[in-house]
C-alpha cells in the first residue's frame, strides 16, 4: 500500500568523481530499493521521490571500491528538511555532499576499508 505524500518532491544525485575506477552504489529506504549499480568515472544514478505525510522519508547508501566501503545517510526528511545535500560527490580522498541551495562542497567523511558509516551531514 502507497504510503500519503506531501507533495513535495526531492531529488537526490550520486556522482563517480574516482579517478578510473568503477563506484559499486546501492542506495534504498525502507520502502524503495535503487538496487546495485556499478558506475564509472563522471557517470552518477539519480533519483526522485515524495516525501511521506507522516515524516520519516529515509534513503540511505552504501559505497564500494575495490576493499574499501563507505555508508552514508543520503536523506532524512525529519533531519534535513528543505536544506538537504542533493548531490553527493564520491571521491578519491572521501564522500562530498553539496547543498540544494548552492554549489559549495561540503566535505563528510574519508573512505576506510572498515565500512566506515559516515552517519548524517
Same mark, same amino acid.
Given at each position: 500500500?502507497?504510503?500519503?505524500?506531501?507533495?513535495?518532491?526531492?531529488?537526490?544525485? *550520486? !556522482?563517480?568523481?574516482?579517478? @578510473?575506477? *568503477?563506484?559499486? #552504489?546501492?542506495?534504498?529506504?525502507?520502502? =524503495?530499493?535503487?538496487? &546495485?549499480?556499478? !558506475?564509472? +568515472?563522471?557517470?552518477?544514478i539519480s533519483w526522485? +521521490?515524495?516525501?511521506?505525510?507522516?515524516?520519516?522519508?529515509? +534513503?540511505?547508501?552504501?559505497? &564500494? !571500491?575495490?576493499? $574499501?566501503?563507505?555508508?552514508?545517510? &543520503?536523506? =532524512?526528511?525529519?533531519?534535513?528538511?528543505? +536544506? %538537504?545535500? @542533493?548531490?553527493?560527490? #564520491?571521491?578519491d580522498d572521501g564522500?562530498?555532499?553539496? %547543498? #540544494?541551495?548552492? *554549489? %559549495? $562542497?561540503?566535505?563528510?567523511?574519508?573512505?576506510?576499508?572498515?565500512?566506515? =558509516?559516515?552517519? %548524517?551531514?
Amino acid at each position: 500500500m502507497a504510503r500519503p505524500s506531501t507533495g513535495q518532491t526531492r531529488a537526490i544525485q *550520486v !556522482i563517480n568523481k574516482l579517478s @578510473s575506477k *568503477v563506484l559499486i #552504489v546501492h542506495c534504498q529506504s525502507k520502502d =524503495d530499493d535503487m538496487g &546495485a549499480h556499478a !558506475i564509472s +568515472f563522471n557517470e552518477s544514478i539519480s533519483w526522485q +521521490f515524495e516525501l511521506d505525510i507522516i515524516g520519516g522519508t529515509l +534513503f540511505w547508501c552504501n559505497l &564500494a !571500491i575495490e576493499d $574499501r566501503r563507505l555508508s552514508f545517510v &543520503a536523506y =532524512d526528511a525529519d533531519r534535513h528538511g528543505n +536544506f %538537504y545535500i @542533493s548531490v553527493w560527490d #564520491v571521491c578519491d580522498d572521501g564522500l562530498f555532499g553539496r %547543498y #540544494v541551495s548552492g *554549489v %559549495y $562542497r561540503h566535505f563528510i567523511c574519508r573512505w576506510n576499508s572498515s565500512g566506515k =558509516d559516515c552517519g %548524517y551531514p
